[in-house]
């Protein structure tokens, strides 16, 4: 599957489905859009493999150098669906690979944008977290609301969110099951950037399209040492963006941005 021909907005029919679909709305830009507005795309088993299957095809794609996901309606995910949870045995969650969606959103190697109108709770907010960039609304919502349940958040949560706001906003959150509005949430460094309400898909398309401009090794560079680089020691991490760093100078996009710069003309880049 190619999507470099596609004409703007074109629905990419192999990928999609009535619950989960997936355009092409920008050069080198897809957009993965969870569509159940009815249950505020809370997330059941069938909706997350979706995703999971859409986010592989276009992760491994080299005509695609952003995605964008976001939610039909007015909300961004509500959370995951307690009609077909509530039931799950521990058994079954291990079988079904119930995390799976958010290991493969984790493992992309292309940019990913959350645009978030409305609700991001529970899986809603552990399925942003797994993005690299997050608009929300200026009316969002975010929470991880699983105590309220007699439960925990179970795909990663407790782990994303400390690292994204730290300890003590993370257990406020955790152990109390409260919401924040965007505004608190970008205070304590959990989204990127509000846009008006309604248009955080707009806001998150152009910076998407922006970043699917950048030499697709660079970028890929930078996603691959800021994850790995986040959980061992400084020194470490130093050593794996030098080596990054080195590396892209075999690369053509290095010439080609350097050159341009010289030149004092727009670089074209081509992942080479």
Do not use: W
């Not at 961004?76 to 119930?98: C, I, N, Q, R």
């Not at 509000?194 to 660079?218: N, R, V």
């Amino acid at each position: 599957m190619t999507i470099d021909n596609a004409p703007t907005g074109e629905i990419l029919a192999d990928l999609s489905t009535d619950t989960v679909a997936v355009a092409r709305i920008a050069p080198g830009v897809a957009q993965v859009t969870i569509n159940r507005p009815e249950r505020r795309n809370a997330l059941n088993i069938e909706v997350k493999e979706l995703v999971a299957r859409a986010i592989e095809a276009l992760g491994s794609d080299p005509a695609v150098r952003a995605i964008v996901i976001t939610g039909a309606g007015n909300a961004f995910v509500a959370g995951t669906d307690v009609a077909e949870m509530e039931s799950l045995t521990p058994v079954e969650h291990t079988l079904k690979v119930t995390d799976r969606m958010f290991s493969v959103l984790r493992s992309c190697p292309k940019p990913l944008i959350a645009a978030v109108e409305g609700y991001a709770l529970g899986g809603g907010c552990e399925l942003a977290l797994c993005c690299d960039i997050i608009i929300a609304s200026e009316r969002a919502r975010f929470g991880q609301p699983e105590i309220l349940l007699g439960v925990i958040p179970g795909a990663g949560g407790t782990q994303r969110l400390l690292r994204a706001v730290g300890r003590y906003q993370a257990m406020r959150l955790l152990l109390t099951g409260k919401h924040v509005y965007a505004d608190e949430a970008l205070a304590m460094g959990l989204v990127s950037e509000i846009a008006p309400e309604g248009k955080a898909l707009e806001a998150a398309t152009e910076m998407a399209e922006h970043i699917a401009k950048m030499p697709p090794l660079a970028v890929t560079a930078i996603k691959e040492v800021v994850r790995a680089g986040a959980d061992v020691p400084l020194d470490t991490a130093l050593l794996l963006e030098r080596k990054a760093f080195q590396i892209l100078f075999d690369s053509q996009d290095q010439k080609e941005g350097m050159r341009a710069f010289l030149e004092k003309r727009t670089p074209e880049y081509q992942g080479r």
